[in-house]
């Protein structure tokens, strides 16, 4: 089951820096939108970021990762997370990494 975040069209959920680490778990985003990178989440900068069970639908970016944004950051993990309908104005529709730590997608 889990939680929902529903941004509603108008925001992103989740923006990371300076080091900043997340886990979440069973968390479905809906909705997300930035008017630049990472319609749900975004990290720059940010430390190690896993996430397990979690879900983006709807997310939106007009540049990169419509529903995540990961750019200069730790490792990443996801566990059993998924991405529909989510869209990106330049590339990532679902998700949109670069110079980050090592990626780990399982499930």
């Known amino acids: 089951e889990g939680a929902t975040l529903d941004g509603m069209k108008s925001s992103r959920m ?3 820096t300076n080091g900043c680490s997340l886990y979440l778990e069973a968390l479905h985003f809906v909705d997300g939108r930035s ?4 319609g749900a989440v975004r990290a720059d900068g940010a430390g190690d970021i896993a996430m397990k069970d979690v879900s983006f639908t709807g997310c ?3 540049q990169y990762g419509g529903g995540m944004f990961v750019e200069n950051s730790g490792d990443i993990s996801l566990e ?3 991405f529909s309908e989510c869209t990106a104005g330049t590339y ?3 998700m949109y990494m670069r ?3 090592d990626v780990s997608l399982e499930g």
């Open 14 to 16: 989740f923006h990371m």
């Open 35 to 38: 008017d630049d990178n990472g």
């Open 60 to 62: 939106e970016a007009s």
């Open 80 to 82: 059993r997370a998924s």
């Open 92 to 94: 990532g529709g679902g």
């Open 99 to 101: 110079n980050s730590g």
